[in-house]
């Protein structure tokens, strides 16, 4: 299927691993284009019990016998290896398989304004400010995003426009399947390196991912990324940069933090100061996030008093310096950080935040992660009080048996900081109620289900 029209002859499409965040999505789009859907999962979840509400059957467990007899295409994830019995029985049925990332490229020949939000860290935030902005703007855009957003009650919204709105990943570098009409990228730096040999095969990455913006498309992109000029040497779309510094078309100046570490500030386009902006969320880092948005919404000529409004409106995605509630007067709060720039970026917004001591449960993810950034991991996270390092997530990996979490606690303790490795939740939980005092700080961080503790704490309040 190579071609913008090649989803139109299909009828009935079968999505396996239908309860994944960004699958359940995809399927719940083509769905009310009027196209027949089914999918399966392992399990049972919120997600795929919404989309057994819309009408989508749901099979649990992947078996031969959940392709049924009329499906002509079947999407499946990364994660879904070749000897699934679906992916089976669909080669010896001789039914179309295609990965996710290929079926959203060709979502987007559906809409007229496709923007894809990429960048290292930032753009399940960065897409869901931009959504808030889309929405208070009244475009009615369809949008994807990467984890549950609250102005569009989970992390799906079908629209009636042109607009389309989705996260870019550069993970296997999906993100080249896609066909943006406008791009942000917020960072470039070293991650999924089971994938990527190193920063230089990254940066070519984005750089070809930038590429596949048209001439009359847009790209708004972070200023400080390094030796930005010979990165967009052969990119031939409009470009605006933004940042911190008087060379970015897009600045932040008179920046202030109130008391929950939001900031406020004058934004200037081309030297010319344009708005006051006053944001609810958190962090320098969403001072960038919020001047990619201001760039693309700048760019089809949105107003910009309406743009305030959906930033001023928009309290932070899922997942992202999340406040949890309170145990005792302790304040817990879950944050999907799990790279040493995002963690350092959390406990940025956490000094800042109002709190007597800070606790940090961190959980690794991937071994392969772990493994590249040990030394960082460790290093950062030495900046906090007092932090537990829990087992890895291993998320898509096989333990290797030769990295564990011990590595980074050994690391820490070398430094001279104290910390610990627990295993069970409950066990953390446990010391967190016996040592954590009214007007304390714990952070659940890490993008596996540490999360889970968070809960685990408020529910034995």
Not at 257 to 282: M, Q, R, S, T
Not at 379 to 386: D, E, I
Not at 450 to 461: E, G, M, W
Request: glycine share 6%.
């Amino acid at each position: 299927m190579s071609n913008q029209n090649s989803l139109l002859d299909k009828k009935k499409l079968h999505f396996i691993g239908i309860g994944g965040i960004s699958m359940s999505g995809l399927a719940e789009i083509i769905f009310n284009k009027g196209y027949k859907v089914t999918g399966s999962d392992m399990k049972h979840s919120l997600t795929t019990d919404h989309l057994e509400e819309i009408g989508i059957p749901v099979y649990y467990g992947h078996n031969a016998t959940n392709i049924e007899e009329d499906v002509d295409l079947i999407i499946y994830t990364a994660a879904i290896h070749e000897d699934n019995p679906e992916i089976q029985e669909a080669k010896a049925r001789g039914i179309e398989l295609m990965t996710r990332s290929v079926f959203l490229g060709l979502l987007m020949h559906h809409f007229e304004y496709p923007i894809c939000v990429s960048g290292t860290h930032g753009k399940t935030t960065t897409t869901s400010m931009l959504s808030h902005a889309l929405l208070a703007a009244n475009l009615d855009p369809t949008i994807s995003v990467g984890g549950i957003l609250k102005a569009i009650n989970g992390n799906i919204r079908i629209g009636h426009s042109k607009y389309f709105l989705t996260e870019a990943c550069e993970y296997c570098d999906s993100f080249l399947d896609f066909f943006p009409r406008v791009g942000i990228i917020l960072n470039i730096e070293e991650d999924h390196l089971d994938y990527f040999k190193d920063i230089h095969q990254i940066r070519t990455s984005f750089q070809k991912f930038s590429m596949k913006i048209p001439q009359n498309g847009f790209l708004a992109v972070n200023g400080e990324i390094e030796d930005l000029d010979t990165f967009l040497a052969p990119i031939t779309c409009k470009v605006e940069t933004f940042g911190l510094e008087d060379t970015n078309n897009w600045v932040a100046k008179n920046i202030a933090y109130n008391e929950k570490a939001c900031a406020n500030f004058d934004v200037y386009y081309n030297g010319e100061f344009i708005k006051h902006i006053y944001l609810n969320v958190p962090g320098k880092h969403n001072i960038l996030n919020s001047l990619s948005v201001c760039a693309v919404c700048h760019h089809p000529g949105l107003d910009l008093d309406v743009l305030n409004t959906g930033l001023t409106d928009f309290s932070g995605a899922n997942q992202r310096f999340e406040i949890k509630g309170t145990m005792d007067g302790v304040t817990i709060v879950d944050d999907y950080a799990h790279h040493p720039t995002e963690i350092a970026a959390t406990l940025e917004v956490a000094n800042n935040y109002p709190h007597n001591n800070l606790y940090v449960v961190f959980q690794p993810h991937t071994y392969t992660r772990t493994r590249a950034f040990l030394n960082d991991f460790a290093k950062v996270l030495s900046k906090a009080q007092n932090v537990i390092v829990t087992d890895i997530y291993a998320a898509r990996e096989k333990n290797p048996g030769d990295i564990s979490s011990n590595d980074i606690v050994n690391l820490m303790k070398k430094s001279g900081k104290k910390t610990l490795y627990m295993s069970e939740f409950n066990d953390i939980a446990s010391y967190l109620k016996e040592n954590t005092s009214s007007g304390d700080l714990v952070i659940t961080m890490g993008a596996g289900n540490v999360n889970q503790i968070a809960s685990i704490l408020l529910d034995s309040k």
